[in-house]
Each structure stands twice: as C-alpha cells, then as structure tokens.
C-alpha cells in the first residue's frame, strides 16, 4: 500500500541545522509531489513547502523562505526537508504528505496520505 | 495568501447526532476544498477533496459541499470514532494553507 514513512525524532539546540527524510513506498515516485507540513504542539496545521519528484521544482512558504530547502532522490524514492537557523518556535511535529492528484491534476494538490510525523524540539 | 476560517472552533454533541463545519475563504478557491479528520497522537487523514469527492474508504456519511468562498462538511450520525479535530485546505494558489481546525466533542 502507498505508505510514507519518515526518519525518527529529534532534538536541536537553536540555530542548529534539520534533515528529516521521508521515504515513500507503494507507488511510483516521480508521479505525485511531496509536501511538508508541521504543528507545532497544540496548534493547526502550517504548510511548509512542496517539492516535485519530476524536474525538483519547489514552492515554499513565505514564513520560512531562505531556511528551508526541499529535495528528493528519485535513486531511493525519498524526500528531504532541511531547515536551518533552528529557533525554538520550530518546535513542532513534522510531516510529509503525497500531492493527492498527482500529476494528472497539477502542482496544487490536496494532501494523502501523510506520514507518520517527526517530532523536532528545539531547545537548548 | 487565502485566509481560511472554520467554525465553530468546537462543536459538543452525542453519538448518533449529525454536524455542520463550517469553511470560509478570505477569496474564492473555486471548487479547490479539502477536509482532514485528525485524531489525538496522529496525523491527518484525507476524507473530502475538490468540495465534495470522499477520498478511498471514507464513509458515505461524510458529505463535503459549497463553491467559492462557503464550504461545509456535514457528518450525519456520528459514530464514536467521528469525535476529532477537522481542517479544511485550499489548493486555489500558492501557498496552500489551512484552517485553523475545528473539534467535534463527546457532549
């Protein structure tokens, strides 16, 4: 089944550097984009950013612009999210979600399935 | 960037009962309108996109409707495992964003 599953838990002083990856399964890469999204603790859902699996195209989110880089390998069917300059309100679950249409419907897509979330506390 | 509103910000009723959330876009996104369910200690789950198309294996139950600007999510009969946090999602522009949740509650 179509399955994304990401790296583990992490804990990041301030203005540290973040990777966390997100390895999907159970479908052919290159077809949907992957979006990353995170909540911080007890709050709604943030859109970060969204990365192609085609040709590396992104779009971010303002909020974070020129802190965050979104890659993926299509070699091992994995996406990556950095974030540098930690602060401590990026203290939050993170999560990779498929671009629901694909691209038969476009960039601009719902979210499904989700991984199973990162917890990224950064504290010092 | 498009602001979206839910409400009410909680919602307190009984199993078997039906609900209304409610979505409000700041412009329109045409028919471009998802809904999640989010349950405590998980990530969200897909159940309505584009208004009103139940994503695989959602239950009948689930009724995604509006245009525009004013959307809703009807769930009718609510079952035990309904009881949730629900967010709606636009895919009209960049960036992409979310409201800001509503909870269905055990009254």
């Known amino acids: 089944q179509v399955q994304l599953l990401q790296s583990g838990a992490e804990v990041k002083k301030p203005g540290a550097s973040l990777k966390v990856s997100c390895k999907a399964s159970?479908?052919?890469?290159?077809?949907?984009?992957i979006n990353w999204v995170r909540q911080a603790p007890g709050q709604g859902l943030e859109w970060l950013g969204w990365?192609?699996?085609?040709?590396?195209?992104?779009n971010y989110a303002q909020k974070v612009q020129g802190r965050l880089t979104m890659t993926t390998d299509t070699s091992t069917d994995t996406a990556y999210l950095e974030l540098t300059s930690l602060r401590s309100d990026d203290t939050a679950v993170y999560y990779c979600?498929?671009?629901?249409?694909?691209?038969?419907?476009?960039?601009?897509?719902?979210?499904?399935?989700w991984g199973q979330g990162t917890l990224v506390i950064v504290s010092s | 960037e498009i602001v979206l509103t839910q409400s009410p910000a909680t919602l307190s009723l009984s199993p078997g009962e039906g609900a209304t959330l409610s979505c409000r876009a700041s412009?329109?996104?045409?028919?471009?309108l998802a809904w999640y369910q989010q349950k405590p200690g998980q990530g969200p789950r897909l159940l309505i996109y584009?208004?009103?198309k139940r994503a695989t294996g959602i239950p009948a139950r689930f009724l995604g409707s509006g245009s525009g600007t004013d959307f809703t999510l009807t769930i009718s009969n609510l079952e035990p495992e309904d009881f949730a946090v629900y967010y709606c999602q636009h895919r009209s522009n960049w960036p992409l964003t979310f409201g800001g949740g509503t909870k269905v509650e055990i009254k």
């Open positions: 979600a498929r671009g629901g249409g694909g691209i038969w419907f476009g960039e601009l897509s719902w979210f499904d399935p």
């Open positions: 412009q329109s996104v045409g028919n471009y």
């Open positions: 584009d208004v009103s």
């Open positions: 990365a192609s699996t085609y040709n590396g195209n992104t």
């Open positions: 159970g479908y052919t890469f290159t077809n949907y984009g």
